[in-house]
């Protein structure tokens, strides 16, 4: 299933940078999408999320930008911090019959990011 | 800030034997799941559970696998028989009415090791 995919396995970035993290998907069917944070041995933390209708949102230092017509999203940290290093999935999901299927989600393989001080 | 609690955190049973994970959902949600990470794979959805049944489940989802809210707090993910390839780490989550947002809320996973 390679629905959603983040096709970077990891990524290195100096503390005080950006950290962009990027994801795909093919689903067209697809209108929520998440990005969640993960330790090893933890379970995943949610970050920030948005819908289709919108092409960004912004909460702190994380802005998730949308763009459909490329089935692509983008998660932006700025500045990173080293205690921003994780896993970070990519999550999408698509609504349903009371909504229900807002759960369903599909995940990326995920992206090892690494904060250097 | 409210949260989603699994136990066991970890647990080894031998193969054919049967195994509960439990959870504890945040207090007003009102849709739950399992979902199941194999090590070195994706996060895969199992199950998700509205209104006392199951709404959705997909393919790993088997006859092995069964859910249930046995009273108004608590969530159970029982795999009867279990096999090698049930070893992952379950999470369970969960999200509150539509009006509260689509979060999910995971917890911190049982890790099942199946021997």
């Known amino acids: 299933d390679q629905q959603v995919k983040q096709n970077s396995p990891s990524l290195s970035v100096q503390e005080g940078r950006i950290s962009i993290l990027n994801c795909d998907y093919t689903n067209s069917m697809f209108d929520y999408f998440l990005w969640y944070k993960k330790y090893p041995a933890e379970g995943p933390t949610f970050l920030i999320s948005?819908?289709?209708?919108?092409d960004k949102n912004e909460d702190g230092r994380f802005t998730v930008f949308l763009n459909k017509s490329a089935k692509h999203l983008s998660l932006h940290i700025v500045p990173s911090q080293p205690g921003d290093s994780a896993v970070y999935f990519c999550a999408a999901s698509r609504g349903g019959a009371g909504g229900t299927s807002y759960g369903k989600l599909t995940f990326g393989q995920g992206t090892i990011l690494t904060v250097h001080p | 800030e409210p949260e989603v609690t699994q136990t066991p955190s970890h647990q080894v049973t031998q193969m054919g034997q049967e195994v509960i994970l439990r959870c504890v959902p945040i207090s007003n949600h009102l849709y739950f799941y399992w979902y199941r990470q194999i090590l070195g794979q994706k996060v895969e959805f199992l199950v998700s559970?509205?209104?006392?049944?199951?709404?959705?489940k997909s393919e790993i989802f088997d006859d092995q696998f069964s859910v249930e809210r046995p009273d108004g707090s608590n969530f159970t993910l029982k795999i009867r028989s279990t096999k090698l390839e049930d070893s992952a780490m379950y999470f369970c989550?969960?999200?509150?009415?539509?009006?509260?947002?689509?979060?999910?809320?995971f917890g911190e996973g049982s890790w099942l090791t199946v021997v």
């Open positions: 948005i819908s289709s209708i919108k």
């Open positions: 989550a969960s999200r509150g009415s539509l009006a509260s947002g689509n979060t999910i809320y």
């Open positions: 559970f509205y209104n006392n049944e199951i709404s959705e």
